[in-house]
């Protein structure tokens, strides 16, 4: 069946270095993938989005890589900060679905 | 632009009691609506999706309900609550677009 899995559950990176976060998805029909940003007791916050037709993307100090031939999603934070500790979620999406799939999170905390 | 609301914030009920958690949207009109539950420390459950007014389609079997009475208004219903519904319940809308916007949640405490 569908299932979007996380390669680490937590991941600890030092203030000013790039963090890569992984996301190994199964569905090979999955045509719409996307990152969420977690901060305790809060709702998720989109963080960027990706379609199956692209290979990258980026936006302010983040950029998402989706490599199709393995079934790996990747996010990518720049230089960076204590705001961004915080759960990341990765979803996947197939064409005509209503819902998204969702993996179980990664814990990104951030050392001084 | 577009604003979702929940509430209540957070939520203490004693077992057996009944439920009703509500969400609502600002700003867009005929939004998918969704329903999710998420355990300490886990990911997002789906509980029920909306593509209109009165249509609730349900992922998982359990004790809850879900309407949709007004075209922006999702409401997350139980008649008797179990302590298994304990959790952060969160709404979240998306247009034609297949990206889903998350409000604040609702904590849920069954003692």
């Known amino acids: 069946g569908e299932s979007v899995g996380l390669h680490l559950p937590t991941l600890s990176v030092q203030e000013g270095d790039n963090s890569i976060i992984n996301c190994a998805y199964s569905?090979?029909?999955?045509?719409?993938f996307i990152w969420y940003k977690q901060e305790s007791g809060k709702g998720p916050q989109f963080i960027i989005d990706?379609?199956?037709?692209?290979d990258k993307r980026q936006g302010q100090r983040v950029t998402v890589l989706l490599n199709k031939t393995v079934k790996h999603l990747s996010l990518q934070i720049a230089a960076t900060q204590p705001g961004d500790s915080a759960v990341y979620f990765c979803?996947?999406?197939?064409?005509?679905?209503?819902?998204?799939?969702f993996g179980q999170g990664t814990r990104l905390t951030i050392n001084p | 632009s577009q604003t979702i609301h929940q509430w209540p914030a957070t939520l203490v009920q004693p077992v057996g009691s009944p439920l009703s958690l509500e969400c609502t949207v600002e700003?867009?009109?005929?939004?998918?609506l969704y329903w999710y539950r998420q355990a300490a420390g886990r990911g997002l459950q789906l509980l029920f999706y909306?593509?209109?007014?009165?249509?609730i389609s349900s992922e998982v079997p359990q004790n809850l309900s879900a309407s949709r009475p007004q075209d922006r208004q999702f409401i997350l219903s139980s008649k008797k609550l179990l302590l298994s519904d304990s959790g952060f319940y969160l709404c979240?809308?998306?247009?034609?677009?297949?990206?889903?916007?998350f409000g604040p949640g609702t904590r849920l405490t069954v003692l």
């Open positions: 979240a809308w998306s247009d034609y677009t297949d990206t889903q916007y």
């Open positions: 909306s593509v209109g007014i009165g249509q």
């Open positions: 990706i379609r199956s037709n692209m």
């Open positions: 700003g867009t009109s005929n939004p998918n």
């Open positions: 979803a996947e999406k197939t064409e005509g679905a209503q819902k998204l799939v």
């Open positions: 569905n090979s029909a999955s045509d719409y």
